[in-house]
């Protein structure tokens, strides 16, 4: 065999040679004609149309971008979104498609302009929402101050959605119409969710009947006295009447009782971070003039003016390239640190189980930020100082603390097409099943893969000091003194303002006015000149389901506009004469005085007159009317079946068939397809 190999050497090196030639030279054609992993078929519907991963794929950056710029559309229908479920992330993905050709087959959906003009409706809903809570709150106390205030947040909302619908475009390498075309996607599913509600249909009797329930209205004049004018008189309680008070509420939630207080705590978090703030960085860089001038030389179609103009440009591109590759270095280092201390530890299902003495073997933030300045300074010959460290462990974090704090609390945890703001911390220690989201939060262990990252580039490696869970609150220093204190005067208030309703409803019968109550309500508190008098709103119309503003009020309190209050306005005036006038019904006053425990205030209130339905409010507002009723009734009868926009009911209707087995299994444990048992399993 070797005197035939050394005799035919020759040969076989020139045959062997041409055909590793052959080879590399077909490699690139044979991998251009290889099937590409993003056609492959994930799922089909009935039609003979499919979907394959790259439609998911797709589909998952545009739930992403509109998760940035209007993360209400991916809530349930119930708080205002088109109800995806974020717990499956292949039938989310489906679900959106479905939806979104759903809405192009009814010529729903609009080109990117109709995104852009969505904006504005938006901002102007969610500024809506936020004034309303802020009134709740007391923070807006006129009529004038709402109206400000909804035109600034209107403003500074639709500024925001634009500004992130830019960002998110440059973040996922799209063009800003691109984002846009999303938003018009969405906003084709909205009002195809809404067109269902137009179902019903109603008779010109029905319609006038409805419009009736709906639109008839009595003008009243309305004040709402609040505890605080008596809470000040309320005197202070002594430690034993406190406790008494905190021990009666201690246990539960603002739902469960008349006054809407609770003091049970959500799962609460103490935290610590450590942070790689770009702008540092960057700042540590040395500057290479002669780099400058390579980049420049290199990239005149970016630099076109001569190099002195192009400096700034230049010397802020190179930072930023060289403070990049120091981040990353940075954190390949934070990351060995922490794989070093978990070696050899079990996993469950990807996440670690901790050691009894971890908490004396865990890495410290402190030692993990000196390694790091060592090791990036000299690598890189630059002196970055020590990166800050943040403790957060005198107080315990909910969800909304955590999303306050600056920095880390704008970040997220980017997990596959996940997209995790860190206030999620919390709910991870609420985790009924095992933990299968890709992030591995336990008490004691640096969060680090991945660090969480804000739209500035700075990165967060946090770690959870401590974990409270939620249950009643264990004190009174738990929910703050001052809180309880406040909530005990304000019943109290309340309880001093609920006594003298009889009284405030004979003075308002043999006046005819509200002013002696609001003048007797404000002389209950100690110093009645510092206390806000209420205000009156004139002439405003209580309707069934709402309180309207009328031509004279800018501004109706939310506590006010409550159907326990409305409906005793409505069942006063129900004896008057439809047609009755306000000079005859003041010939005997109507007073209507109720007891709001739910926001610890007193509604006070003179019929005028009634205002029914005028035959060109019922030709201008009957369409709205109709609609709804019309959902109203729709809702009742569907209250025992499927919504039909569900991801359940759109694949049966659609006839979908799983084609990835994978998939198909995931969203079967999920519960969020049944198939039949036709639509077997193929692949």
Known sequence: MLRFIRKYQLPILVIGGSLLMIVFLLEPVLTRLAPSPMKTKIAKLADGSNFTRADTQRANVAISLLKRVHPRALGPRTVGGIGLDPANESSMALHWLLLVRHAEMAELVGEAGDGVSWIDELAQMEARVIVISEAQQGLITSDEQAEQRLAELANQISNTMHTNAS?????????????????????????????????????????????????DAVAINAALLDSSLAAAAVAEPADEQLQAFFDIYRAQSPTENEYRIGYIQPTRIQLGWLTLDKNVFMNAVKVDRVELHKLWSQNRDQYPDE?????????????????????????????AQIITATKGLPKTNGILTLPDDWESRRPKLEEVARIVVERINERFSVSIPTPAITIVGDRWLTQNDIASLPGYGNSTYRVGSRQLPTYTLPQFFELEEPNTLGLDVQVGLPIVDPAAEDQLGNRYYAVVLNARMQGPAESIEDVTRERVLADYKSIEGFKILNARIEEFKTAIKSNGSLAPVIELATSLAPNPELIRT???????????????????TSFIDPSLNVESFRSAVLEAARTLDPLATPEEVADNPIAVVVALPESRSVAISRVIAPRPVSVEQFRTLSNRVIATTGQRELAEAAADFEDPFSFKALAARYGLIWLDEDKAKEASESGSSDESPDQTTEG
Not at 167 to 188: E, K
Not at 314 to 332: C, G, H, K, N
């Open 167 to 215: 960002r998110s475009a440059g973040m996922a390498r799209s063009t800003l119409d691109d984002v846009y075309r999303i938003l018009a996607q969405a906003r084709g599913i909205y009002r195809l969710l809404s067109a269902i509600q137009t179902m019903p249909s109603f008779s010109d009797v029905n319609a006038i009947h409805a419009a009736h329930e709906t639109l």
């Open 534 to 552: 209420p205000d009156m709103k004139r002439n405003i119309l209580v309707r069934r389901d709402s309180i309207d503003r009328g031509r004279l």
């Open 307 to 335: 190099f002195p103009v192009e400096k700034f440009n230049l010397e802020r591109q190179y930072r930023d390239r060289i403070a990049t590759d120091m981040m990353i270095d940075a954190d390949r280092i934070i990351r």
